[in-house]
C-alpha cells in the first residue's frame, strides 16, 4: 500500500494498523482506514458488557440483600471505570522513531510496558478469559432457546404442566450459526454486527425491567430483605454470597476489549479522550440497567428470584414478549460472542500465519460470491481454527451448563487480572511512580482488596459447581 507513513501523520490520517511493531522503532504497515467514533465505541461497550450477566443480577442481589446488593454494584461500576481510564492511557506509547505508536491490543500493551515475561502470564489469562466468556454465551443462548420452548409449553398447556426439555440441541444450534459468523475476517468488519447486538441488549434489558416493575405493582408489595435470602447454615449463606460476588463481577468488566475497540477510533480527537467518555457513557448506562432490573426482580420474587430472570419463569406471561425477549438474548449473544472471540483469533491466527509464511493454508485468501451479498473472504486457516474454536466451547458447554455458577467463575478469572493487576501495573511504569509513595501505596491497597474479592468469588462459584455437579 506505498510507503509505510511515520506516525505522527496519525491525527491528520487516521490509518489501522495490523499491529504495533514487534520492537520498538520497528516500523508498521498500515492496513485499514479508522472510522470508529464515540456512538461505535460505545455499542462495542454495550456489546461487550450487557450480556448473559445482566440476567443473573436479580438473583445475585437476593443473595446479598437490599443494602449490600445495590452498593456492591455501584463499587463494581466505580472501579471498572477507574480501571478502564488507567487502560485508555496505555493505548499510546513514545516511540524512538515515530513519535507516539499504538497498542493495537490489551497483550500488546502489557508487553511494551511490562515486558515479555509478564506479557506471556498476560497472554494465558487473556485466552482463558475469551475462551471462557465463549461458552458462557452457549450456555446463556441455548437456556433462552429453551426458555421460549417452555414459554409455549406453559401457555399452551398450563403452568402445571411436564414442559422440561433438554439443551444439547441448542447449544448445537447456536454453535452451527457461530461457526459461520466467525469467518468475519476480523473485528473491524463487525461494526453492523456490534450495534444490532447493543440494540438487542437494550431491548431484553428493557423487557426484564418492565415485566419486575409490572409484577411489583401488580403484587402490591416489594419483596425482599436487607439481608438478602436465608439459608440453613452460615456456611451455605458464605458460598452462595460469594458466587453473587463473582456474578456481578462477570457483569462489569469489559478492559480485555477496550484497547481493540480504542483501536478502531478515528482522531481527532484523541481516542483517549474518546475512549474515556465512551466508557463512562457505557458504565453509566449499564449500572443504571443494572440496578433496574436486579433491583425489580429482586423486588417481584424475593427468596424465588431465578437464577435467569428471563429463563428460570418467575415469568410466565404476557408468552410472547418472554419469548421476544429471549429472542433478543440469542441475537444479542450471537454478536457478544463475536466481540470477546475475535481478539483471540487474531492473536492465534497471527502467530500462524508468521510462523508458516510461505504456506497458502495460513495465509492465501480466497474470495467466495454469493448472489445479492457482497464478497466474503474466507482462508482456510481461519475457516478450521474458528470451526474447531466454536466446536471446543460448545462441548464444554453441554458438560457443565450451569448457569450461574460458570458466570461467577468467569467472573473472578476476569476480574483481577485483567481488569485491575495490570492496568494498575502498567500505570505505575508509564506514569514511574516510585516505591512506597503515596499514590504506589493507594493503587497496591486497592489491587490487594480487588483480589481478595477475587479469591472469595473464585472459591464460591467453584464450590457451586461441584455441589451442582454432584447432585
Known amino acids: 500500500m506505498g510507503e509505510v507513513q511515520e506516525e505522527q501523520e496519525d491525527v491528520r490520517t487516521p490509518l489501522l494498523h495490523s499491529d504495533v511493531a514487534s520492537s520498538p522503532g520497528e516500523p508498521v504497515q498500515p492496513l485499514f482506514r479508522r472510522t470508529g467514533n464515540l456512538r461505535t465505541a460505545v455499542a462495542h461497550i454495550i456489546t461487550g458488557v450487557i450480556g448473559s450477566g445482566v440476567l443473573s443480577l436479580a438473583w445475585s442481589m437476593a443473595q ?3 443494602i449490600a446488593g445495590p452498593l456492591v454494584m455501584v463499587v463494581c461500576a466505580s472501579v471498572t471505570l477507574f480501571s478502564s481510564f488507567l487502560l485508555c492511557n496505555c493505548y499510546r506509547y513514545p516511540h524512538p522513531e515515530h513519535g507516539p505508536a499504538r497498542n493495537s491490543s490489551y497483550l500488546e500493551a502489557v508487553r511494551v510496558n511490562l ?7 498476560c497472554v494465558f489469562v487473556i485466552q482463558i478469559s475469551l475462551f471462557g466468556t465463549g461458552i458462557a454465551y452457549v450456555i446463556t443462548s441455548a437456556t433462552s432457546m429453551r426458555a421460549i420452548e417452555k414459554s409455549n409449553c406453559y401457555h399452551k398447556y398450563g403452568h402445571e404442566a411436564d ?3 433438554g439443551y444439547t440441541h441448542y447449544m448445537l444450534i447456536f454453535g452451527v450459526v457461530q461457526i459461520v459468523v466467525s469467518q468475519i475476517p ?3 468488519n463487525m461494526e453492523w454486527l456490534s450495534v444490532v447486538a447493543a440494540v438487542m441488549s437494550f431491548t431484553y434489558s428493557f423487557i426484564a425491567l418492565g415485566l419486575g416493575l409490572a409484577k411489583v405493582l401488580g403484587d402490591g408489595v416489594i ?5 438478602g435470602i436465608s439459608t440453613s447454615t452460615a456456611a451455605q449463606k ?4 460469594c458466587q453473587a460476588l463473582g456474578d456481578i463481577l462477570f457483569a462489569y468488566p469489559y478492559n480485555i476489549i477496550l484497547i481493540e475497540i480504542q483501536d478502531t477510533l478515528r482522531s481527532p480527537p484523541p481516542e483517549t479522550e474518546t475512549m474515556k467518555k465512551a466508557s463512562t457513557i457505557s458504565v453509566l448506562i449499564t449500572t443504571f440497567f443494572y440496578l433496574c432490573c436486579g433491583g425489580f426482580g ?4 424475593g427468596n424465588s428470584t431465578p437464577g435467569n430472570l428471563l429463563t428460570g419463569f418467575g415469568f410466565y406471561e404476557p408468552y410472547w414478549l418472554v419469548d421476544l425477549a429471549n429472542v433478543c438474548i440469542v441475537l444479542h449473544l450471537v454478536g457478544g460472542y463475536q466481540v470477546y472471540s475475535q481478539p483471540l483469533f487474531a492473536v492465534v491466527e497471527k502467530w500462524l500465519a508468521g510462523m508458516f509464511k510461505s504456506s497458502e493454508f495460513m495465509n492465501k485468501e480466497y474470495a467466495l460470491k454469493l448472489p445479492l451479498l457482497p464478497a466474503l473472504r474466507l482462508n482456510l486457516l481461519r475457516l478450521c481454527f474458528r470451526t474447531i474454536y466454536v466446536a471446543c466451547t460448545t462441548l464444554i458447554a453441554m458438560l457443565f451448563p450451569y448457569f450461574n455458577q460458570v458466570l461467577g467463575v468467569l467472573g473472578a478469572i476476569n476480574f483481577w487480572p485483567l481488569s485491575i493487576y495490570f492496568p494498575v501495573e502498567m500505570y505505575l511504569v508509564q506514569k514511574n511512580i516510585r516505591g512506597w509513595t503515596t499514590e504506589w501505596i493507594v493503587l497496591r491497597c486497592f489491587s490487594i482488596a480487588c483480589l481478595l474479592v477475587t479469591i472469595s468469588a473464585l472459591v464460591g462459584s467453584i464450590e457451586g459447581i461441584v ?3 454432584l447432585s
Open 298 to 301: 429482586y423486588a417481584a420474587f
Open 467 to 469: 455441589t451442582e455437579k
Open 115 to 121: 515486558g515479555a515475561s509478564r506479557s506471556w502470564v
Open 238 to 241: 458464605v458460598w452462595l454470597v
Open 223 to 227: 419483596k425482599g430483605s436487607i439481608a
Open 186 to 188: 476480523n473485528f473491524h
Open 163 to 165: 414442559c422440561e426439555f
Open 64 to 66: 446479598l440483600g437490599w
